[in-house]
């Protein structure tokens, strides 16, 4: 019985031991899981560092709200900081935002993103001193094309908790897990263990549990890069989706016949293996975007958008940005990222060789040098 038992571990074993023994790729595929651990070392530091000070400033500021609480008749220049100050933990663009306070009536007014414009208004309407909000904001789905809402800093996640929080949970899970596997044992145990571990996941990878899993949610990926082309050589190259197979590593080919904007593709996955897809294209403004995504009842959700800009003289800049649910939701994408088969990854990857295809007139994929007039 015990060899039955231990029989799928065996197995389990002997594919892991072949996966890092590899002798062609082996060897990256240990550098990349050393890496990894250095990472998740330096991560764990900093979140700890983040922690401790993010703790003292949350008590040094409860300790000064109740030595100085906030006035509710409060001069209205006093109210206007006051809603600035907030709405910039909830927006992205807090300077394109113009704020008016006449006799503690607050007026909120240029161009936000849909999404982050009622968490601005619900911010202001509970900002101390105020009567009333009066909502004239510009909603806009996109910022394309709205140069107040270029760039910007990064939103904090919806679902994600502060350092103090997110170490406290790993902590705490943590302990929890140890007592309820290790001391306690049994069923009882094994649950304790299990809500722990839980616990301790849900702190360290800061996503809601729906992320996590995988039932709701998605990893969205961004990346930039400046190549030296004029734009519409760049689009031209990227608008041809059946030349991505010569250039790009982990695309093993592109069918552009089934019809409108759709498209069949079969790319590298995991261990070796192939993963089939189809999307279609869902926008197509020349020098301008390509936005595409997958169809119904696919192996991998995903969606995308790339937008071409003018950089400098003579110079384009490429934003690439990228929607997926992986299997296991961000374990998944955590454990892909490990074995070098993620699409960040993927991407950082064919985005240099694109680069320097252009620039240069030739790369290198698929173990054999490419250059640019073999292109269609």
Do not use: C
């Not at 019985?1 to 240990?30: C, E, H, Q, T, W």
């Not at 530091?45 to 401790?52: E, F, G, S």
């Not at 926008?283 to 991998?300: F, G, H, K, N, S």
């Amino acid at each position: 019985m015990s060899k039955l038992v231990n029989f799928p571990g065996g197995i389990l074993l002997g594919a892991g031991l072949m996966y890092l023994l590899d002798p062609v790729r082996g060897k990256r595929r240990r550098r990349r899981i050393e890496e990894a651990v250095r990472h998740a070392e330096r991560v764990e530091r900093r979140l700890l560092t983040k922690a401790a000070s993010d703790a003292q400033n949350r008590v040094h500021g409860f300790v000064e709200r109740v030595r100085h609480a906030p006035a509710a008749h409060a001069p209205d220049d006093v109210i206007e900081q006051r809603v600035r100050a907030r709405i910039g933990h909830v927006s992205m663009h807090p300077g394109a935002i113009e704020i008016s306070v006449i006799e503690r009536r607050v007026i909120l007014r240029g161009p936000v993103l849909s999404d982050e414009a009622d968490d601005i208004v619900k911010t202001a309407r509970f900002t101390p001193g105020i009567r009333e909000v009066v909502d004239k904001l510009e909603r806009h789905d996109s910022p394309l094309g709205v140069p107040a809402l270029q760039g910007g800093r990064r939103r904090n996640e919806r679902g994600a908790w502060n350092p103090t929080l997110q170490a406290g949970a790993m902590g705490a899970g943590t302990l929890l897990m140890t007592y309820g596997i290790i001391l306690r044992r049994g069923l009882i145990g094994t649950a304790i263990g299990a809500a722990g571990g839980a616990l301790a996941l849900r702190g360290a990878l800061n996503r809601p549990f729906g992320a996590i899993v995988g039932k709701r949610g998605g990893i969205t990926i961004q990346k930039s890069i400046v190549v030296n082309q004029p734009i519409h050589v760049v689009y031209d190259l990227w608008s041809r989706l059946d030349n991505f197979p010569l250039f790009m590593e982990h695309v093993q080919e592109v069918n552009v016949q089934l019809g409108g904007n759709r498209s069949r593709w079969i790319v590298d996955g995991p261990a070796g293996s192939k993963t089939e897809f189809e999307a279609e294209t869902t926008e197509m403004a020349p020098d301008r975007v390509i936005a595409w995504r997958t169809l119904e009842e696919q192996p991998i959700e995903h969606s995308g958008r790339i937008t071409f800009e003018q950089f400098g003289e003579g110079s384009t800049r490429v934003s690439v940005t990228m929607t997926y649910k992986p299997p296991v939701g961000v374990v998944g994408h955590a454990v892909a990222h490990i074995l070098g088969w993620d699409p960040k990854s993927r991407m950082d990857d064919d985005l240099i060789r694109m680069k320097a295809l252009l620039e240069q007139g030739r790369t290198r994929a698929h173990h054999r040098n490419v250059e640019l007039r073999d292109l269609h």
